[in-house]
């Protein structure tokens, strides 16, 4: 009767186009009552789910992000790959897929890598011979990276969900998860996921003839010379570093990721403050009032999933959905596939953070059994979210990207098929080759991370 109450609810919220996170909340709300539960407790759940000192992050890389998108750190980046490979065939849209991945670290989140680049790049495109549906889709789909970067809030959020994570995989004990471990672990496939990007747009590119004239006739920029390429890339560096001073900052144990975070935020303003002179008072109070929302949101995400994950927990749901999985089949190749098709599933409904934060206390401990270890499955987990980000109905980052592009969602999705076929061959090589994802964290810090 509780499970109906619970799931019928949140369907219904839904429906009606009630937010998430009230939607969650509600829901939640609603069961209490019918257990006849105190509702003081509930309110304890949320508080204590977001009264946690490692979600201090989460704030100061918002904001970090938001100073390098109104200091105008993404026209440089934005610049840089143009001159690069601005004269290929679809020479923009093969820019645009670099300078979103790159700003993607810059700024930790597709959203606002998808309004920064979209903002610039899309009505560029539309006027020099590109469709809008091609420009959309090359935006908002290599701006998905920005979930796996050094710079997300997301990787945060799971590594407090996953901290419970216990057990022993190949002779090694397993407890919690390492942020240091997450940042590097998404290198590796950021960067084929750009690979197949760029494969994506040019063929595209070449399949549709972009760009062309109003007379069908084709047009390709020229190259600038390594001189202007070399210009733009000194130029869009000091943006880059930071990726660099958190990684650098991490890896040497200067910093927690917390304080990492800070000092990302204090690098930005002197960056786009002093270095730059970008920054005006006004983008300043733009940039705060916008990280201010955006953290609101994510918190009030953060304590209604907690109150969520309890209500799961009294109702014995993981064990439930575990026991079902495990009767279901035994293949550890078979059991990994069916989490990740529940999780794309997900990711049709849910934001990221809530996404994150629900379906890790279900999924990872039955990860465990199978032999993928908690940096992977977190790996694993973004990649499912971030998929979900583009995918409508919810589909946030698309909303933008379309928004931008003034088409429908319904018109973008009809090509973008190429771009989701890259997002799923990467989450089936993090899935099914532990290196992918292992590798360069295991490299960096000595020892083997899982």
């Not at 069916?338 to 996404?355: E, P, R, T």
Request: charged fraction near 10%.
């Amino acid at each position: 009767m509780e499970l109906a109450v619970l799931c019928l609810s949140f369907l219904l919220c839904l429906v009606l186009g009630v937010p998430v996170a009230f939607a969650i909340g509600l829901s939640c709300l609603a069961t209490f009552a019918v257990e006849g539960l105190p509702i003081a407790t509930a309110m304890q759940m949320m508080v204590s789910g977001m009264n946690v000192f490692s979600f201090l992050a989460i704030p100061f890389f918002i904001f970090s992000g938001e100073l390098m998108l109104h200091g105008g750190i993404a026209d440089k980046i934005m610049n840089f790959a143009r001159s690069l490979v601005g004269h290929w065939k679809g020479g923009l849209g093969l820019a645009n897929v670099m300078a979103s991945t790159l700003f993607g670290g810059v700024s930790g989140s597709p959203v606002a890598d998808t309004s920064a680049m979209g903002g610039v790049m899309i009505p560029i495109m539309k006027r020099e011979g590109y469709s809008a549906a091609y420009a959309v889709n090359v935006t908002t789909h290599a701006s998905l990276t920005g979930a796996l970067m050094p710079t997300s809030h997301n990787m945060i959020i799971y590594a407090f969900a996953a901290q419970a994570a216990a057990g022993v995989i190949g002779g090694h004990v397993i407890k919690g998860v390492s942020i240091g471990d997450l940042m590097f672990a998404g290198l590796v496939p950021v960067f084929w996921i750009m690979v197949c990007m760029l494969g994506a747009a040019y063929w595209q590119a070449v399949k549709f003839g972009f760009p062309k004239r109003a007379d069908g006739t084709s047009m390709v920029e020229r190259f600038p010379g390594w001189t202007a390429v070399l210009h733009h890339f000194i130029a869009s560096v000091p943006g880059l570093m930071v990726i660099a001073v958190i990684l650098a900052c991490v890896m040497l144990g200067i910093t927690t990721a917390t304080e990492a975070a800070a000092i990302a935020v204090a690098y930005s303003l002197c960056l786009t403050g002093l270095i730059y002179r970008t920054m005006t008072l006004d983008k300043l109070v733009k940039a705060l009032a916008k990280a201010a929302k955006t953290t609101g949101v994510i918190l009030l995400l953060i304590g209604v999933s907690n109150m969520l994950r309890w209500q799961m927990a009294y109702l014995e749901i993981p064990e439930t959905i575990e026991a079902a999985l495990l009767q279901a089949t035994k293949e550890p190749w078979l059991m990994l596939l069916y989490i990740n098709i529940i999780q794309i599933f997900l990711g049709i409904f849910l934001d990221m953070a809530a996404h994150i934060l629900i379906t890790t206390p279900l999924f990872l401990p039955l990860a465990i059994q199978m032999g993928v270890g908690p940096v992977q499955f977190g790996m694993m987990l973004l990649l499912n979210c971030a998929l979900g980000l583009v995918h409508p109905p919810v589909g946030t980052v698309q909303f933008v990207g379309c928004a931008i592009g003034n088409i429908s969602i319904g018109e973008a999705t009809k090509t973008a098929w190429p771009y989701y076929l890259a997002i799923w061959i990467a989450i089936n090589l993090v899935t099914y080759v532990p290196a992918f994802s292992t590798w360069l964290p295991s490299l960096i810090t000595g020892h083997p991370v899982l």
